[in-house]
T-cell receptor, first 112, second 113 residues
């Protein structure tokens, strides 16, 4: 079945450091890929998405590129802030309206 | 994007009791989903709830334990029945957006003693 794998956390960085959170997936066909963020005590917020190969999703300084050849969707940010501390979930959806498959989440802590 | 609210936001319940969680959306949507997020874990889909039809449950979840109602296109409820401490989780509803995304409610944090 479909699955999503993320790098294990927690990830601890200093403010203004470069961030990469790896995400790879297994799915048939051409799924849509997503990154969601969950701030402490809150629900999930859509961070960015990509619906086809080579698409780049971006939002709030975060970027991720849909790489079909490596089945990856790594999240990057050039300079993290303390306010970016949260849990980040990579997810896929195979067809419109189908349920999402979430990765295990990666907790990011950014220190001042 | 859809705006989703859930009630209650949190609750502490005694084992053996039941809790009904409400999910309200500010627009009409066809597909709604209910997820469970156990402490420190990722999200697991409980069921898909479409208006006018029975909810579709994922493996490991049954209607007797998690009955769902979907009376109209903006509202759904999930009941957690005969609760045990293992049911302590965050329960989230979500709706399918127009562009392959899902929007999530803020979640209901349930603690069962």
């Amino acid at each position: 079945g479909d699955s999503v794998t993320q790098m294990e956390g927690p990830v601890t960085l200093s403010e203004e450091a470069f961030l990469t959170i790896n995400c790879t997936y297994t799915a048939t066909g051409y799924p849509s890929l997503f990154w969601y963020v969950q701030y402490p005590g809150e629900g999930l917020q859509l961070l960015l998405k990509a619906t086809k190969a080579d698409d780049k999703g971006s939002n709030k300084g975060f970027e991720a590129t849909y790489r079909k050849e490596t089945t990856s969707f790594h999240l990057e940010k050039g300079s993290v802030q303390v306010s970016d501390s949260a849990v980040y979930f990579c997810a896929l959806m195979r067809d419109y309206g189908q349920n999402f498959v979430f990765g295990p989440g990666t907790r990011l802590s950014v220190l001042p | 994007s859809a705006v989703i609210s859930q009630k209650p936001s949190r609750d502490i319940c005694q084992r053996g009791t039941s809790l009904t969680i409400q999910c309200q959306v500010d627009s009409q949507v066809t597909m709604m989903f209910w997820y469970r997020q156990q402490p420190g874990q990722s999200l697991t889909l409980i069921a898909t709830a479409n208006q006018g039809s029975e909810a579709t449950y994922e493996s490991g979840f049954v209607i007797d334990k998690f009955p769902i109602s979907r009376p109209n296109l903006t509202f759904s409820t999930l009941t957690v029945s005969n609760m045990s401490p293992e049911d302590s989780s965050i329960y989230l509803c979500s709706v399918a957006g127009s562009y392959n995304e899902q929007f999530f409610g803020p979640g209901t944090r349930l603690t069962v003693l």
